[in-house]
């Protein structure tokens, strides 16, 4: 299957919030509600963030948020912060296995 | 805490092979579902294997079928991936994942990765 789509880049002023969009098909992101987000600073492993479209793992800020519309889900950041900047990874369940989008790079001016 | 740690990367001619090890602690191993999902350098993320907690289902991304085979350990909480016929593509970072949901593939843990360069 094909990745899933997402933006090269985000960026935005400490403070404000961003939105990263993550665009599949009928047969990923529209057809369960088990798309996750990561995080991932250079060097470092990816850090999950949010789960099942919505759920934040314990001890994951709530300025991160998730939500699903049709065959796009996207991640909300609000009151971005400097530590936010890196990139971000969706991934979701097809049925067979798991597809990831391309990665995102956040950017905090 | 939750720790995985992998190891047995390194540098390996093409067609050769490798074993990566990952050793797991501060969890009940044997109850999870684990992966392998790998990293290209400056790339993206991509499944590659997933094993049962009792290691009778195993399934493979199509890329590396037929040429890797995951196993596990639950006596020594360790997880394998044994790689056949490396070609210059399997250049990745390895990471050994804790799935939290079985067979829904919800990656909640990671390792800090494992480097295998294939070239010659």
């Known amino acids: 299957q094909s990745a899933l789509t997402q933006p090269a880049s985000v960026s935005g002023s400490p403070g404000q919030s961003i939105t990263i969009s993550c665009t599949g098909t009928?047969?990923?992101?529209?057809?369960?509600?088990?798309v996750s987000w990561f995080q991932q600073h250079p060097g470092k492993a990816p850090k999950l963030v949010i789960y099942?479209?919505?759920k934040r793992p314990s001890g994951v800020s709530n300025r991160f948020s998730g939500s699903k519309s049709g065959n796009t889900a996207s991640l909300t950041i609000s009151g971005l912060q400097a530590e936010d900047e890196a990139a971000y990874y969706c991934c979701s369940y097809t049925g067979r296995d798991v597809v990831f989008g391309g990665g995102t790079k956040v950017t905090v001016l | 805490q939750v720790q995985l740690v992998e190891s047995g990367g390194g540098v390996v001619q093409p067609g050769r092979s490798l074993r990566l090890s990952c050793a797991a602690s501060g969890f009940t191993f044997s109850s999870y579902v684990m992966h392998w999902v790998r990293q290209a350098p400056g790339g993206g993320l991509e499944w590659v294997a997933v094993i049962s907690p009792d290691e009778t289902n195993k399934y493979y991304a199509d890329s590396v079928k037929g040429r890797f085979t995951i196993s596990r350990d639950n006596s020594k909480n360790t997880l394998y991936l044994q790689m056949n016929s490396l070609r210059a593509e399997d250049t990745a970072v390895y990471y050994c994942?804790?799935?939290?949901?079985?067979?829904?593939?919800?990656?909640?843990?990671w390792g800090q990765g494992a480097l295998v360069t294939v070239s010659s």
């Open positions: 099942e479209v919505t």
């Open positions: 994942v804790r799935d939290r949901s079985s067979w829904y593939y919800i990656f909640d843990y």
């Open positions: 009928k047969s990923d992101v529209g057809g369960y509600t088990l």
